[in-house]
């Protein structure tokens, strides 16, 4: 820990300038210097980190979990593919090749859609009446 001039004490752990995230208890020491007057320049140079990153912990109210980025995947391709054509495991193959160079045996794609096909049948079967 080092003493600050203020007679505050700040943990000094990992603070290694381009370290990617600081550690909670540190985040939690910023939020407790702002609330004393601290600004964004001075825990930036304290802690070791970009402005932008501080401000970014205040703006949040401390840390938070890492939010994954919403894209699709390779499999929302495929699910979408085997609805629209019924099921057909070998046209959902052939688009692949076609469209993507993905070359796999239609046993493989078989496997990976069996649990799907569960799903088609139950809509099929819903529908009825």
Same mark, same amino acid.
């Given at each position: 820990?080092?003493?600050?001039?203020?007679?505050?004490?700040v943990?000094?752990?990992?603070?290694?300038q381009?370290?990617?995230?600081?550690?909670?208890?540190? %985040?939690a020491?910023?939020? $407790?210097?702002? #609330?004393?007057g601290?600004?964004?320049?001075?825990l930036a140079?304290?802690? #070791?980190?970009? !402005? @932008?990153? %501080? !401000? !970014?912990?205040?703006?949040?109210? #401390?840390t938070?979990?890492? &939010?994954q980025?919403? !894209?699709r995947?390779?499999?929302?391709?495929?699910?979408? &593919?085997f609805?629209r054509?019924? #099921? @057909?495991?070998?046209v959902?193959?052939?688009?692949?090749?076609?469209?993507?160079?993905?070359?796999l045996?239609?046993?493989?794609?078989e496997?990976?859609v069996?649990g799907?096909r $569960?799903e088609?049948?139950a809509q099929?079967?819903?529908?009825?009446?």
């Amino acid at each position: 820990m080092m003493t600050m001039d203020s007679g505050h004490s700040v943990p000094r752990g990992s603070m290694t300038q381009g370290e990617e995230m600081l550690q909670p208890d540190e %985040v939690a020491a910023m939020m $407790r210097l702002h #609330g004393i007057g601290w600004g964004a320049k001075r825990l930036a140079r304290e802690f #070791g980190c970009a !402005r @932008n990153t %501080v !401000r !970014r912990y205040l703006r949040q109210g #401390g840390t938070t979990a890492f &939010r994954q980025p919403a !894209r699709r995947s390779a499999l929302d391709w495929l699910r979408e &593919r085997f609805f629209r054509h019924g #099921g @057909n495991a070998d046209v959902i193959r052939q688009e692949l090749a076609a469209e993507h160079g993905v070359v796999l045996s239609l046993r493989h794609v078989e496997r990976r859609v069996a649990g799907w096909r $569960r799903e088609l049948k139950a809509q099929a079967r819903a529908r009825r009446r």
